[in-house]
C-alpha cells in the first residue's frame, strides 16, 4: 500500500521475514537490557563466542561452527542495540566493539587456517591466510581513508558480507568457494578504496590537517 506518498515493492516473504526478525530483535533486547548487564560486557561475550566458533572452525566442524557464528552475528547486532536502549552509548564503547570485532575476523580465519593445516592441505591454508589478510585491509583502509577524507564506504565486502558468508560456507562445507569469493572481492574493495581516496585528495574534498601538538 502507498506509504507517503510512494509504493513499496517488497516481496511479502522478505517483508514479513524483516518484521518478524525485527520483532524478535527488538524483544530480546528489551531482555537483555533489563538484565543490567553494559554494552561492553556483551561486546566480551560476543568475542568469546566468535573464539568458540573459530575453535570449531579449527576442528572440522563447520556446521556446529555456522550456528555457533550466527549467535554471535545476533549478539554483534544486540550490543549496539542495548547501548541505545539504556542510554549508554559513548566512542569508547563504538571504538571497543570495533577493536574486538577485527580480534573476532582474525580468530574466525585463524582457525581456518589451523584446519586445513592439521588435514595436510598447504594450498587451502594460504587460501585461508590470504582471505585473513585481505579482510583486515578491507578495514583498515576504511579506516585510514577516513582519517583524510570524510567517508570511505565504497565496495560491498564488509564485515556483515564475510560473516554471511563464512556462515553459508560452514552450514553447506563449502568453505573453499566461500574464501575464494571473500579473498577476490575483498581486494577490489581495497583497490575501489584506495582509488576512492586518491580522488577525493585530487578534488580538493580532504579533511583539513591537525595541527601536530605543542611540546611541553
Not at 560473516?163 to 569469493?181: D, H, K, S
Request: net charge positive; charged share 15%; hydrophobic share 50%.
Amino acid at each position: 500500500m502507498p506509504d507517503n506518498g510512494r509504493e513499496t515493492n517488497h516481496h511479502p516473504i522478505t517483508y514479513w521475514i524483516g518484521e518478524g526478525g525485527g520483532w524478535l530483535l527488538k524483544h530480546v533486547v528489551s531482555g537483555l537490557a533489563a538484565t543490567g548487564i553494559t554494552p561492553n560486557m556483551f561486546t566480551f561475550f560476543a568475542l568469546a563466542v566468535n573464539g568458540w566458533a573459530s575453535a570449531l572452525f579449527a576442528m572440522g566442524r563447520f556446521r556446529e561452527s555456522a550456528a555457533v557464528l550466527f549467535f554471535a552475528g545476533f549478539l554483534d547486532m544486540a550490543d549496539g542495540q542495548v547501548a541505545r536502549r539504556v542510554g549508554r552509548v559513548t566512542a569508547f564503547g563504538a571504538f571497543l566493539d570495533s577493536t574486538l570485532d577485527r580480534y573476532s575476523d582474525l580468530a574466525l580465519y585463524m582457525g581456518l587456517v589451523v584446519y586445513y593445516t592439521l588435514i595436510g592441505r598447504a594450498f587451502y591454508m594460504t587460501l585461508a591466510a590470504v582471505a585473513m589478510a585481505s579482510s583486515f585491509m578491507v578495514s583498515y583502509s576504511r579506516a585510514r581513508a577516513e582519517s583524510l577524507i570524510p567517508s570511505c564506504k565504497v565496495g560491498f565486502m564488509e564485515r556483515p558480507e564475510r560473516l554471511v558468508l563464512l556462515i553459508l560456507g560452514g552450514a553447506f562445507r563449502r568453505m573453499a568457494p566461500v574464501l575464494w569469493v571473500i579473498a577476490f572481492i575483498s581486494t577490489l574493495t581495497v583497490i575501489h578504496r584506495v582509488i576512492y581516496t586518491w580522488h577525493e585528495l585530487r578534488s580538493g574534498r580532504g579533511l583539513p590537517p591537525i595541527a601536530a601538538p605543542s611540546p611541553s
